[in-house]
């Protein structure tokens, strides 16, 4: 039988316009094995320890910052007589998709072996650890333009950390250990499930477009999310679904149609399985708690 960790699956701020929360954790215990369907960062300012990802163990001192992609395993272990002090950041993979005029920065998820973490010194450790504090303060702050600063913020530092890698031979060295491994990786399957759910995206389409047997892509999204297809495709339609009734006037039926049901009866008999209670009723209690 395949072991599952923990998987978490929701965070603060998660139904909302601006899906992400930054906070700042002491971990005298590290923090067990885990895995979830939204992305994260986090960047150490004090003590040590290590974290494995997917059975890759680095070191976890001042400077790291580590950015992980969803369903991957981690865990984090604290050095005896130590705490670790770190930021962590987890934010929807929407965050990440550009505008019409803009660039997007979902190929930085795309890039399946490039190294999960970077130790900074210097310069860069200086910057970053500006932009991750800064990003901190204005996430407490209800100043205008709020949201828009922390979009900005959490590009500048990914950014940042994407710069470092390439030129700081962490990431050859992790392409290298992973191109010694032998398997197929499932990450641009997630990848491109994450861009399409929106659309009439059968498991055929996935396999034909992936040049593998219908049989096979659901064995590997089932290892990979815990999930079948359909429990995976179901989750990505109702999390959005919640962020546009917590966040728009959209109609029920509009946000049916935009999140890739074709019909509405369908949409609210899915979405009261997933959660509980009807569209409208959620949209009015998400109301009263604002």
């Known amino acids: 039988m395949t072991y599952f960790p923990d998987y978490l699956k929701t965070y603060p701020n998660m139904d909302t316009a601006n899906p992400l929360h930054i906070s700042?954790?002491?971990?005298?215990?590290?923090?067990?094995?885990?895995?979830?369907?939204?992305?994260?960062?986090?960047?150490?300012?004090?003590?040590?320890?290590?974290?494995?990802?997917?059975e890759t163990k680095h070191a976890m001192v001042p400077g790291t910052f580590t950015f992980v992609l969803p369903y991957q395993v981690h865990e984090i272990f604290t050095s005896a007589?130590?705490?670790?002090?770190?930021?962590?950041c987890m934010f929807s993979m929407n965050l990440l998709m550009g505008s019409a005029?803009?660039?997007?920065?979902?190929k930085l998820i795309d890039l399946a072996g490039a190294a999960p973490y970077i130790?900074?010194?210097?310069k860069d450790n200086e910057?970053?650890?500006?932009?991750?504090?800064?990003?901190?303060?204005?996430?407490?702050?209800?100043?205008p333009w709020r949201q828009t600063m922390l979009q900005l913020r959490l590009k500048e530092i990914l950014v940042l950390f994407d710069r470092a890698r390439r030129t700081s031979g962490?990431?050859?060295?992790?392409?290298?250990?992973?191109?010694?491994?032998?398997?197929?990786?499932?990450?641009?399957?997630i990848h491109y499930i994450h861009q399409h759910y929106q659309d009439e995206l059968a498991?055929?389409?996935?396999?034909?477009?992936?040049?593998?047997?219908?049989?096979?892509?659901?064995?590997?999204?089932?290892?990979?999310?815990?999930?079948?297809?359909?429990?995976?495709?179901?989750?990505?339609?109702?999390?959005?679904?919640?962020?546009?009734?917590?966040?728009?006037?959209?109609?029920?039926?509009?946000?049916?149609?935009?999140?890739?049901?074709?019909?509405?009866?369908?949409?609210?008999?899915?979405?009261?399985?997933?959660?509980?209670?009807?569209?409208?009723?959620?949209?009015?209690?998400k109301a009263a708690k604002t």
């Open 203 to 285: 498991l055929s389409d996935l396999a034909a477009k992936f040049s593998l047997s219908v049989s096979r892509i659901s064995e590997v999204i089932k290892e990979t999310t815990g999930q079948t297809y359909v429990q995976f495709l179901r989750d990505l339609r109702i999390r959005h679904a919640c962020g546009l009734l917590a966040s728009t006037e959209m109609s029920v039926a509009e946000i049916a149609m935009e999140v890739g049901y074709g019909s509405y009866k369908t949409f609210s008999r899915v979405f009261r399985e997933s959660k509980g209670l009807a569209p409208k009723d959620y949209r009015r209690m």
């Open 24 to 54: 700042l954790n002491r971990l005298p215990n590290g923090f067990r094995a885990h895995r979830h369907d939204f992305l994260e960062f986090s960047y150490v300012v004090e003590g040590s320890g290590f974290e494995t990802i997917n």
């Open 127 to 143: 910057r970053m650890r500006w932009l991750v504090e800064d990003m901190y303060r204005e996430y407490a702050e209800n100043h």
């Open 101 to 106: 005029s803009g660039e997007g920065l979902l």
């Open 81 to 88: 007589g130590s705490q670790l002090q770190l930021y962590n």
């Open 119 to 122: 130790q900074l010194s210097g």
């Open 170 to 189: 962490c990431d050859s060295e992790q392409t290298a250990l992973n191109e010694g491994r032998k398997g197929w990786s499932v990450w641009p399957v």
